[in-house]
């Protein structure tokens, strides 16, 4: 059954503390150079707004963004790696995105591998814009340091102060 089909049995809720334990595999499994849980930890105490998304109790992802004066920072979004390329990604984007224009923030920004051809695809297909570059950003693999694309959707805000969508 597609993420889609699933959607409405999801459920999603504020990360606390308690849910690292169950996010930590998940991270590690993911990454090849994961958060560590103090970064989490650290994300916590600041109040960013970091979600869990579950179905039927399952971990089947999270994020976590930082919000600014009238723009949110995509710090980290995770779908478990067996439920990858399921739309989950997208679902968790779209709810990133619906909760930054509920802010009023202009725009959503984010880092980006230059190898997350998938992460790429995604972000690209959702509106975002390449903006720039971070060299040596990531640590990768070989010791060395691998560049970061960096991207933003812009979000348009009504006279009314509401936020709309503009991709």
């Known amino acids: 059954?597609?993420?889609?089909?699933?959607?409405?049995?999801?459920?999603?809720?504020?990360?606390?503390?308690?849910?690292?334990?169950?996010?930590?595999?998940?991270?590690?499994?993911?990454?090849?150079?994961?958060?560590?849980?103090?970064?989490?930890?650290?994300?916590?105490?600041?109040?960013?707004?970091a979600e869990v998304l579950r179905l039927d109790g399952a971990l089947l992802g999270y994020f976590v963004a930082m919000r600014g004066v009238d723009e949110v920072h995509l710090l980290n979004l995770t779908v478990a790696?067996?439920?990858?390329?399921?739309?989950?990604?997208?679902?968790?984007?779209?709810?990133?995105?619906?909760w930054s224009v509920q802010q009023g923030a202009h725009w959503l920004w984010l880092e980006v591998r230059l190898s997350n051809r998938a992460a790429i695809a995604l972000y690209q297909r959702r509106g975002f814009v390449n903006v720039g570059r971070r060299k040596k950003y990531y640590p990768d693999a070989k010791g060395t340091r691998?560049?970061?694309?960096?991207?933003?959707?812009?979000?348009?805000v009504a006279e009314s102060g509401s936020a709309k969508i503009v991709a």
């Open 81 to 98: 790696p067996a439920l990858q390329r399921q739309g989950w990604g997208q679902f968790m984007l779209e709810a990133l995105v619906a």
């Open 1 to 49: 059954m597609s993420a889609a089909q699933q959607a409405g049995q999801a459920r999603w809720a504020a990360m606390r503390p308690a849910d690292l334990a169950t996010i930590m595999p998940v991270e590690r499994a993911a990454y090849q150079h994961p958060w560590r849980e103090q970064n989490f930890s650290d994300c916590l105490q600041a109040a960013y707004h």
């Open 146 to 156: 691998e560049d970061a694309l960096v991207m933003g959707l812009p979000l348009k």
